[in-house]
């Protein structure tokens, strides 16, 4: 066969599907349990609501509103909520199912904490976890995911926030909490409480090799209780989010990799339309010069981490936490009996330890998702039924 150009490698940046680059076992995906994610807001996104709406409530803790969807416009609020929950329970519907979550059975409920001027209060993250707790059985709520933080730096048990945690974790409800991207920083609620499963970040290289394993720079330390933070860790960089549908960062991405997958002769005749939404210069726009031109569409999909026109690599503990919610879900699937200790013993226990990095800043080490998954099947067939699980 003949080409009248040479083949080329799109330039769009390949990113690992969470559940190629944890080596997963997919069998369990949190069918029957409900994740709440605590967050600073959220839009409807295909992901979480196609073929079938899994929002199952959005409440709005800084206005102490319920509702039964979250909104459908996003603002940049939206965008942070939108692509943890993704990561938690997310389906992948935009990519055709690669792109999908550990759990993507599970219900979510999504509860707003970021007020109009940008902030997350004490107060506001407080309310969250009580709008939980209140109504953990109507929902099934068997895992939080906290990728918040309070400003205090307070770690025991007089700080609201970390009282809060401990009573739902009291409720037999999981706390996962992002342990923050500072190494420099103290640990703060509710990354802080005793009984949260706080996780730091593995920067994997976006490899399949161990070899290639770092430590993400994850806010680590010994809280005033005398509790190591955090647990243990997931990766927390190069992680396919969603890209949210009608935004000027969507259309950009659009743009672009409609012209990169364009021939030479078509890349000529459609630049001139495309390229005003790609973010390029202005020079280029009606330029001829198809290797300038390549190459700038190259480096603006480098530099904007774009894997798809929906999707594109992010990073932070922010995305390692629901991570970790989501591997909790699939086991608490398993075995509905496990509780807040178990599910953090199992998960410390199976953890693999990063050889030449300290243990302060990792914990147990990384997130071994397969044996966390076996040893929930074998609780599962062990332990006796408990009566009153919320």
């Known amino acids: 066969m003949q080409h009248a150009e040479p083949i080329r490698p ?17 069998r369990s995906t949190g069918k029957g349990v409900c994740i709440a994610m605590v967050d600073s807001d959220f839009v409807i996104h295909p992901d979480l609501s196609m073929p079938t709406q899994r929002i199952v409530r959005y409440y709005d803790a800084v206005e102490d509103k319920e509702h039964d969807l979250p909104p459908t416009i996003a603002t940049s609020r939206h965008w942070h909520g939108t692509m943890t929950a993704c990561t938690a329970a997310g389906n992948g519907y935009l990519s055709r199912g690669e792109f999908t979550s550990l759990a993507p059975n599970a219900t979510v409920v999504l509860i707003r904490t970021m007020n109009d001027s940008g902030r997350v209060s004490t107060p506001t993250i407080v309310r969250a976890l009580r709008y939980i707790g209140a109504h953990a059985v109507e929902f099934s709520i068997r895992v939080v995911n906290m990728s918040v933080y309070s400003d205090e730096i307070d770690h025991t ?11 739902i974790c009291a409720r037999n409800i999981v706390v996962v909490a992002a342990a923050g991207n500072n190494p420099f920083s103290p640990i703060r609620p509710p990354a802080a409480a005793p009984s949260a499963l706080t996780v730091g970040g593995l920067d994997d290289k976006n490899t399949l090799g161990q070899e290639d394993e770092e430590l993400y720079h994850s806010t680590f330390g010994i809280t005033q209780l005398g509790v190591q933070k955090p647990e243990l860790i997931a990766p927390a ?6 890209i ?5 960062t969507h259309t950009q991405a659009s743009a672009l990799c409609a012209l990169d997958m364009l021939t030479d002769e078509m ?8 390229m005003p939404h790609s973010g390029l210069p202005m020079h280029l726009w009606t330029s001829r010069n198809i290797p300038a031109l390549r190459t700038a569409i190259t480096e603006m999909i ?11 690599m992010v990073d932070g503990t922010s995305f390692a936490s629901p991570v970790i919610a989501s591997i909790v879900a699939q086991m608490i699937e398993l075995s509905p009996m496990l509780t807040p200790a178990d599910v953090k013993e199992i998960l410390t226990s199976t953890a693999r330890p990063l050889e030449s990095f300290p243990t ?25 039924p408990l009566t009153d699980l919320v």
């Open 10 to 26: 799109l330039a769009t940046k390949p990113v690992l599907p969470l559940p190629v680059r944890l080596h997963a076992d997919v």
């Open 157 to 167: 048990l007089d700080h609201p926030v970390n009282q809060a945690v401990e009573d």
């Open 237 to 242: 960089i190069w992680l396919p989010a969603p």
């Open 244 to 248: 949210l549908p009608g935004t000027s």
């Open 267 to 274: 890349l000529l005749a459609c630049a001139p339309s495309l």
């Open 302 to 312: 480098d530099k904007e981490l774009i894997a798809s026109p929906y999707y594109k």
């Open 360 to 384: 302060l800043r990792q914990g147990a080490g990384v997130v071994s998702q397969r044996a966390a998954l076996a040893a929930a099947r074998n609780h599962a067939a062990t332990v006796a």
